[in-house]
């Protein structure tokens, strides 16, 4: 599982949400948001907003979630290489 997967589940369940739950709430495949959870499938990016958009996040949260999903969709070190080109530690 990564980093993504993990935390994401944890978003869920401290906000109440069973994963058949948030999957109806987000508007989302509940298989493909379990896949998700399970690591075996990297979200679209559609997917990924409707997520954002039901979880209700503090800022922290949101920049750490978008931030693991850069890393899983792009990879670890291209997602450090951009940040360091874009002045970002």
């Known amino acids: 599982m ?5 935390f994401l589940e944890q978003l869920i369940r401290e906000n ?3 994963i058949y739950g ?7 495949d509940r298989p493909t ?11 679209s990016t559609s997917f990924f907003q409707k997520i954002v958009k039901t979880l209700r996040l ?3 949260e949101r920049e750490q979630l978008t931030q ?6 792009n990879g670890e070190s291209v ?5 360091l080109y874009q002045g970002t530690p």
């Open 2 to 6: 990564s980093d993504f997967s993990i």
């Open 58 to 60: 503090f800022p922290q």
């Open 68 to 73: 693991n999903y850069n890393i899983l969709k």
């Open 22 to 28: 948030f999957a109806q709430e987000a508007g989302v």
């Open 33 to 43: 948001l379990h896949r998700v959870l399970k690591g075996q499938l990297t979200p």
């Open 16 to 18: 109440g949400y069973s």
């Open 79 to 83: 997602f450090r290489q951009r940040n």
